[in-house]
């Protein structure tokens, strides 16, 4: 017996981009998430809003030279905080001269489908929910840990977006009184103590004042990535600092546990790349200081990796599309 | 000409219950948040279920007596966590023998109408989105501030649940390091330092060291309504105590403004009744330290006081029989 009903393959496709303060990139991507087609530039981050928009249509011009299918929008995910919901860029720290920016409405000049924008942290979070390790989940808290920490959340099946589109800078979540200086002008904040940034500062100054270290050994510079290296090789100091930052980690994924209720925490980012490292004493500290009915909520490594933007802001565009048929 | 479209007055009415600790509270209330009749008990808080269950129904019907309306629903707001979506009470600390308790179930077999149950924080958080201080907004924290702190958030124009339905539980981020106990049997956490409970403790721990200072004088007891009053009447020390509380709580809520981005922030809870000593700290934090795309934000006091979640599960049932109208 033939099956009684027989949805036609979804054939629609989308652009995704992801400007970043360091690389702006492109990607084709289908209904499924796969990506057809990639292209990527370094940002030309002083250059201002002309020639970084030029930017981004250079390459989704070249993403889109053959793509036979119907291409319904292209998202784009950019630094916040940006007012998604007016499409306005307030202030950009990264890139230069997007002061009151009406990106939304330029970008929408060079394409003649539907432009989506979104914070960062939102459509890498939309990525994973759609498309990553957060599937099929209706409540997901997506937290990136790089040279700073930005997250997304998506709540009851939704995404959450509050005033402006600015919701989920859980970065800035203060974790300690009086604490250290943040990028953002504020002291003691999650992205203060647990980036990968606070990380080799916390590093380099351990460093100085021990012998017993490889770190900072021969004039080399220390960054996170080195940390992790030399903890690899069994260095004591280096398994101190990322034993600690897995605490630290552990500390804020479980106030955002009680805070959102999600069914998962997925973590991306660069730091993300050392996650089965951090992965037992983050676990660890979620065990011990949540509260009972939040411990068994799973952290895991994000699926997508450095792509969960670049997909998620496509799968903006589809999910945009989709809701514009039913209506 | 007359009106095109006559709306017919509203005239359902909703029960609301407020379950708490202490207290257990009925009210009849209106499609306008009026609240017609009001009855309350002490909670029989160590006599187990059955007896709570009996109080409820006893209070209900009284308000219930005479209620000539057409009755759509009760609305029941209980100490979390209480997983909403089973309608199962986990294991509240404050009521004996809610263990893996079936609570809405067990609700349900006393009313002919439907029973929703909602965590009291989030109830509170409806009643002040819907009749209170952040009536026609979409985004709102709501902050209860008295011997613990709970909340609820309205994201987006809806209410926030998360997994379970426990989100909100913000008196349990953490806020420093290796910090003071939480009843929760965390560390550190915004409830163990801004509470009142918590300033009732470090004012009793700054008299005992201070000779000049009311508090504790004459062998009198230390809590915080006592710190407020000296506070008024001039007492250097207990001002110091009360600057410090609005400084505790303008950093979990400039916490908050970053990871939900609300149009509003509300104040509820006992500490509320000094929110107009407490303001001028916790706007000069917020101002301070928000980054500058969140410092336009309103703190405001909650405009129900002690009945944002009688009004608030009230208005849950409204909102329930609503929607289902509406299909």
């Given at each position: 017996m033939a099956a009684r009903t027989l949805t036609p393959p979804d054939t629609r496709v989308a652009v995704g981009v992801d400007l970043g303060g360091t690389h702006v990139r492109a990607a084709l991507v289908d209904a499924r998430g796969t990506i057809r087609a990639r292209a990527e530039e370094r940002t030309?981050?002083?250059?201002g809003p002309d020639r970084v928009l030029a930017q981004i249509k250079r390459l989704t011009d070249a993403i889109l030279a053959d793509a036979p299918e119907e291409v319904v929008g292209i998202g784009v995910s950019t630094p916040g905080p940006v007012d998604t919901i007016a499409g306005v860029a307030k202030n950009i720290p990264t890139l230069a001269g997007f002061v009151g920016y009406p990106l939304r409405a330029e970008l929408q000049k060079q394409y003649p489908f539907p432009v989506i924008l979104e914070n960062d942290g939102i459509a890498a979070a939309v990525g994973e929910w759609r498309f990553g390790a957060g599937r099929g989940l209706d409540n997901i808290v997506y937290v990136t840990i790089s040279t700073g920490i930005g997250g997304g959340v998506i709540a009851d099946g939704r995404v959450l977006r509050g005033r402006m589109g600015m919701a989920g800078h859980i970065g800035h979540m203060s974790i300690a009184p009086d604490g250290a200086l943040c990028p953002?002008?504020?002291?003691?904040?999650f992205e203060a103590y647990g980036s990968g940034t606070a990380l080799a500062a916390r590093a380099r100054m351990a460093a100085v004042g021990?012998?017993?270290?490889?770190?900072?050994?021969?004039g080399g510079g220390i960054d996170g990535r080195s940390v992790f290296a030399a903890a690899r090789d069994g260095d004591r100091l280096a398994n101190q600092l990322v034993d600690e930052e897995a605490e630290i980690l552990g500390r804020g994924i479980t106030s955002l546990l009680h805070i959102f209720s999600p069914d998962i925490v997925v973590v991306g980012g660069g730091l993300s790349e050392e996650f089965d490292r951090l992965q037992p004493g983050l676990r660890s500290y979620v065990a011990t200081f949540a509260m009972p009915a939040f411990r068994d909520v799973n952290v895991v490594k994000a699926a997508?990796?450095?792509?969960s933007g670049l997909v998620g802001s496509a799968a903006l565009a589809l999910l945009a599309d989709a809701a514009r048929e039913e209506r």
């Open positions: 030309e981050a002083t250059a953002c002008g504020g002291r003691g904040c021990c012998g017993d270290t490889v770190l900072g050994r021969d997508l990796g450095q792509n």
